[in-house]
């Protein structure tokens, strides 16, 4: 199982980026995306079924973040807009197994290695 992770970068206050995450190796139950602001611990962001049949967020992204998979190639994504400084972290991708959505970083299996994202006020 591999995963790979891009699309971080510097950006402004109220800008967007898409970050990506190539998942290879076998299919899974859900994927979902975590962050990690320097000095802090690692947070849920957001969360789907494999299927996106079932989709959840972090109150603090609810409404600015999308989290999709391209079901072609099982790109992983988490479109983000209306980004703030409070945002930047260093953004992790993962899977696992079951099929139980859940935000608690234990229940992954797989991780990525993790894209910086800075947002400039």
């Known amino acids: 199982v591999q995963l790979q992770a891009s699309g971080g970068g510097l950006v402004q206050a109220g800008g967007s980026l898409r970050l990506s995450c190539a998942a290879s190796?076998?299919?899974?139950?859900?994927f979902g995306w975590f962050r990690q602001a320097p000095g802090k611990e690692r947070e849920f962001v957001a969360a789907?079924?494999?299927?996106?049949?079932?989709?959840t967020y972090a109150d603090s992204v609810k409404g600015r973040f999308t989290i999709s998979r391209d079901n072609r190639d099982n790109t992983l994504y988490l479109q983000m807009n209306s980004l703030k400084p409070e945002d930047t972290a260093v953004y992790y991708c993962?899977?696992?197994?079951?099929?139980?959505?859940?935000?608690?970083?234990?229940?992954?299996?797989?991780w990525g290695q993790g894209t910086l994202v800075t947002v400039s006020s």
């Open positions: 789907s079924r494999w299927r996106v049949d079932r989709r």
């Open positions: 190796g076998r299919t899974f139950g859900v």
């Open positions: 993962a899977v696992r197994i079951g099929s139980d959505i859940g935000s608690s970083a234990f229940s992954y299996d797989y």
